[in-house]
Each structure stands twice: as C-alpha cells, then as structure tokens.
C-alpha cells in the first residue's frame, strides 16, 4: 500500500485523494466536557478534540476539514444509532447501536488528567459493550496535530506498568492509546474486533506535553464514576423553580461545562469557525472569554442563588480587567491573555466547505461601548444578593477606572455588541449600557456606602438619557444607531437596565419594528439585517439568542401566550441531548454558527426565569 492511501471499512469514510464525504450536521454532534477541553462526537466519530484546553490546537480538525485533519471512529460494523443520551445530567454520553446480529452501547467522556503524570494533560475514553447476540466493532484513529497540519511519529512502545500502547509524538504534542490493538495502515490506526453479549472493549487516548514521555494506565471505571458524580452533584446544586426549570438547569450545565476549571473563564463556544451560514464567510474562533458573557453569567447565577460560583467568575473577570484602564478588552484569552491574532488555516477546506477557518479572533481589539455597563450590572447584582459588601478595594476601584474610562469615551463611537466590521457608529444599545454604567455606580454609593463622585455621575446619566431619546429613537421607536432608521435585536435588552420598562410605549414600538424587519417567516429572529454594513457580504441564520430575548420581553411586557409559544418553538431547535448553536436555519431544521453556544443557553436561562 502507497503511503498516505487507506482502504476502507464499510461505514467509515474514505480518505483517498479526492474523495470526501461532508460532515454530519451540527445539530448531530454532542458534546464532551472536563471543565477543561471539549470533543464533539456525532454517529460514532470524534471529529473535534483541543486537549488541553479550549483553546488548543486540536489533535482531531475532521470537523473543519476531511477525515486526515484527524478523527477517531469507534462503532459497530454495519450499524446505526438507535438513541443517545447523557447519564443523569453528565457529560457522560452513551449511544444505543443496533447491527445486523446484535446491539451496543457505547460510552465516550473526557478525563481532565492523565494518569501517572501532576501537570495538566487530558484523557479521552470511549467504550463499547455488546447487549445483546454479538457484533463487530470498527476503530479507526487518525492521529494529528495542530489542526491536522502535522503527522506525528507513531511508535508502538510500553508505559510505565508494562502495558503496551500506541505513542505519538510531534513538536510540544503526544498521544498516548492504550487499550486493544490497532493495527498501521498507511497514516491510519484500524481494527476489528468481535464482541457477544456482555463482552466490552475500552481504550484511552491521553494528551501529554511531548517531554513527559508515555503516559500510564487509567482505571477507567473510578473516572467513570467520578464523572458521573461530579456532574450530578452540579445538577442538584442548582436551585430552579421556575416553569422550564429542567430546561434552564441544563443549559446551566452547558455553562458549567464550558467553565474553566482552573480560572474560572467561560468560553463563548468550544468551537471556531462553524459558519453563520453554509458556504459563508462569517466564520470565527469562539474559544474566548468575553467580558459581556461572563457578565451575563453572573446575573443569571446569581437570579438563581447559585452564589458561589457566580463569585468564581467574577473573580476571573476582575483579575482580567485588572491594570490601566485604557487597556481594557472586550475579550481576552482563558487566563487572562491580551493578544488573541486572528489567522486563517488555508490547509483547511472548512464545515461542508464554508470558508476561511479562523483561529484567534481580531475582535480583542475593538471598543464596545457596552461592556462596562453590563460588567457594572452584574456586579451591582452581587451587591445586592450581599456578596459584595467584603469586596475591598480592589473591585471597587476598577469599577471607578472603568467609569472613568467610559467618561473619557463618551463621544467615541464603537462596533456594537455584534462586532461589526464596517465603520463606527453610536449603538443605541451601547449608549444606554453606558447610562447603565453610571446608574449602577451611583447605586453603590447610595445604596452600599462606597465612595465615589456620584454628582458627577448623575450629570452623564441625565446627558446620556437625553442625549439617547434623542438621537436614538425614530417615530417612537428604537433605532440601532444614531446614523440610521434601521433596528436591531440588542435593543430587545434595554428593558433590563432600567432605561425603560418593557412594557413602555418606546418598547412596544421598538418590539413591533422588530417583528417587522426581524423575524423570519418561522416567527425567530435576526440580530439585524446584513445590509453588507456590518463590513461583511453574505447572510446568516436567526440567532437563538435573540430569539429568546424576545421571549423574555414578551413575558415582561404581558404578553404570555406569545412568550410561551415562542418558548415552545425555541425548545424544540435544541438537538436531541438539549444543546443550543449560535443559529438556526428553520427552512432546513439545522443548527448554525458555533456549537454549543453559551450566549444561546444564557438567552434560555433568563427567558425561563421571565416565564417563571
């Protein structure tokens, strides 16, 4: 066999030159979490996998390209899955196989530690049990890294026990496989194995910094358990009562899920680069922590008494912001990392040839006029759920950098919550989250006894309020800039500063210009309409986030039935183990834009709440 060329087995998709098979739908994969990577996993292939952490360059790229960026299939030769599902609220996913002579059970979590080794390294374990008469099982591992660029050496050598593995090894990278033995195949591991009822295979493919040689044994039943464990012990802790309360307590899950475990820094997405729209351009790394996410994540834990945790994100994003104001991001890395370069991966073909795959995300360097306020939202939520009363000075002199900061930026236009790549301009929703910033600044000394120039403060607030119904409302509505008659989505969250009621006749007439130019003939709705102003050509899918910020008014306005009706259409686009995208294309049932996405389950949390 010509190195490079690999035959098949039935049911696996051919990697010869020329010949590809497109990717499962989003909406096919499930995810797999350690609080410290991710894997998503769709009909037996793993297709994405970035051990360490999030943000790492993946050792399993198939997701964004063919099959040689990297994968790792396990399944029944000739069989199709019958149902899959999560174990009591875990990430710890099983998948029923049906085949020709019998069926399976296969069971895949990730581990966030190798065994035999104190620094940081991840292990991933799949399992495959035969329940009933007997099957054969395929695997299939495609070893690469950095995003399939590079083909590592592969050795076959013993750990520390003894035990013979499978090591691969490139750059600052390695893979340790231990479990049944598969056999090269040009660039490819493959084998075959027959199982009968009861019988069970397992293996473990652990991630090592390549100078910690080969990594040992993993008692896999105890990680099992203490997985499983981890997750329920999450799920009971979190207080809902609300009318969707299992709906809200699993996207507080996925929260938790893509949670650092060691900082505390929540990413946008486990993902980069799932298109907007099939074949677009609007593509980009969501593997960061934005200031307006971690945010938004206070508040809703926090509106559910989930305290302590709320305060292990407040403290990631104080020590982010932490140093000279000016130097503020809207974003930044998972530790706290400034420089996030954005590049393109060209050897990539991209999700079903949707292009160009980005990493980084140029976004960092952009001025959002609305963070501060909802960083100042959310910790003036803290206050008064009494966590912040201890804080000391080190918070409360950020917060009056950052209100000096906003001072100083009063007349700067910014590129708005939706990161636009077109010119400047005035956001509406911007400039009330500024008028939000400084109501909140006031409160904390009024209310809380902090010290600051709160006369000072009252007069912006009062010029920001006029300056806003006046340049920011047309016809008696909302607009989404000054420089425009056109709306947007995010004006759906004015209501939740205290500007004005959600159920004001400003609202009113901003929610029906909204369901004019913004639903889709399904009743979701877009974040604005892609004039090409945004800087960008192409359209995009409805945003599950935003869709749900209009369930959210509707029920703060009185307008239940809409809210619950739309409610019940939001639920049903989550995918069969509840996981939300960024988008949704109703004409095709398909999810859209990186995956899973934590703003889109944020939305769900805050809309059940307003329905409770």
Known sequence: MQPGIETMQPGIETMQPGIKTMQPGIEK????????????????????????????????ARLLGGADNGRWVLRPVAGRVTGRGYRTGSFVLDTDWAGPTGTAVSTDFLCARVAGFDGIGETLIRRITCTAGSIEVDSELVMRFDYGRVRPWVRRRRDAGGNPVLHALAGPDSLTLHGPALAPDGYVHRGRHRLTAGESLTWTLAWLPAYAGVAEALEVDPELERAVEHWRAWRDSVPLSCGYAEAAADSLTVLRALTSRRTGGIVAAPTTSLPELIGGERNWDYRYTWLRDSAFTIQALVGHGHHRVAVHWRDWLLRAIAGDPEDLQIMYGLDGERQLPEQTLDHLAGYRASRPVRVGNQAYTQYQADVVGEIMIALDQLRRAGLENGEGEFAWALQ???????????DVPDRGIWEVRGDPQKFTHGRVMMWAAFDRGIRAVEEHGLTGPVERWRGLREQLRTEILTHGVRAGAFVQHYATDEVDAALLQIPQTGFVAADSDLMRATVTRIEQDLLDPHGFVRRYRPTGADGLSGGEGAFVMCSFWLVEQYARSGRRTDAVALMEKLLATRNDVGLLAEEYDAESGRLLGNFPQAF???????????LG
């Open 400 to 410: 009056l950098n950052l209100l000096d900061l906003t001072e100083r930026r009063l």
């Open 29 to 60: 994969y499930a995810l797999l979490a350690d609080r410290q990577s991710a894997a998503l996993v769709a009909e037996g292939g793993i297709d994405w996998w970035c051990p360490p952490r999030f943000d790492a360059r993946a050792v399993f």
């Open 600 to 610: 889109s389950h944020l939305a769900l949390v805050r809309a059940a709440e307003a």
